[in-house]
């Protein structure tokens, strides 16, 4: 299977800049699509920002113009650059890849989240 690694988060005042980073590793597989998710407390997970293979993106409304989503596919790595944070992002981010391995799949892969705190 794909195992997922995201680091990254942090504690920022709010206005600050934060870069996400989520590194997949395994064999035999290639990654479609990958995503940065979060879900703050009490709240359900939603989507940030999805990118595919072939680069194409797409934002959550309430980031676009601030997050940046984008991926090496050589070093198997997602990025997600944030800024003008707002404490309204405050939540643990996770990373999520669609994958296939040995020919097989899609599956799905998740990382284990990094907390990301925007202090007002």
């Known amino acids: 299977q794909v195992q997922l690694v995201e680091s990254g988060g942090g504690l920022v005042q709010a206005g600050g800049s934060l870069r996400l980073s989520c590194v997949a590793s395994?064999?035999?597989?290639?990654?479609?699509?990958m995503g940065w998710y979060r879900q703050a407390p009490g709240k359900q997970r939603e989507l940030v920002a999805v990118?595919?293979?072939?680069?194409?993106?797409s934002y959550a409304d309430s980031v676009k113009g601030r997050f940046t989503i984008s991926r090496d596919n050589a070093k198997n790595t997602l990025y997600l650059q944030m800024n003008s944070l707002k404490s309204e992002d405050t939540a643990v981010y996770y990373c999520?890849?669609?994958?296939?391995?040995w020919g097989r799949g899609p599956y799905d892969a998740w990382g284990q989240g990094t907390q990301v705190t925007v202090s007002s």
């Open positions: 999520n890849a669609d994958y296939r391995r």
């Open positions: 395994g064999n035999g597989f290639s990654i479609n699509d």
């Open positions: 990118i595919s293979s072939a680069g194409t993106t």
